[in-house]
């Protein structure tokens, strides 16, 4: 059968969505959603999948988060929690245009309980 990971997170943009929204086009595009209405730019993300596909969605929020700041600096930013049935959950950090993966903090267990 193989191992879910089950997957939950948000990018914010500054002038980049529309890069971002060619970027998801390319790959999977399931599980993303462009929120309508507000000041915001953002796109989220909810999905539980295969281990396997796990690297496909992390490389398409690194190739997002390296996406050129705006005029006044500001690049994408966001977080991510990813919980692997086998391996636990970790964090990913959406900034300085780059992705930080680590373990997130066990305050987030309710999540997956």
């Given at each position: 059968m193989?191992?879910?990971v089950y997957v939950r997170g948000w990018l914010?943009?500054?002038g980049q969505r529309e890069e971002a929204e060619r970027i998801i086009r390319e790959g999977d595009t399931q599980?993303?959603?462009f929120p309508e209405?507000?000041?915001l730019e953002a796109v989220c993300y909810?999905?539980?999948?295969?281990?396997g596909v796990?690297?496909?969605?992390l490389d398409q929020v690194r190739r997002i988060a390296a996406l050129p700041a705006d005029e006044d600096g500001d690049r994408v930013c966001g977080l991510f929690l990813a919980f692997h049935e086998v391996e636990g959950q970790s964090e990913w950090q959406v900034r300085d245009g780059e992705v930080?993966?680590?373990p997130a903090s066990?305050?987030?267990?309710?999540?997956?309980?």
């Open positions: 193989g191992t879910w914010e943009f500054n599980g993303w959603a209405g507000g000041w909810a999905r539980a999948v295969r281990a796990l690297d496909g969605v930080f993966v680590g066990p305050r987030y267990d309710y999540l997956w309980k």
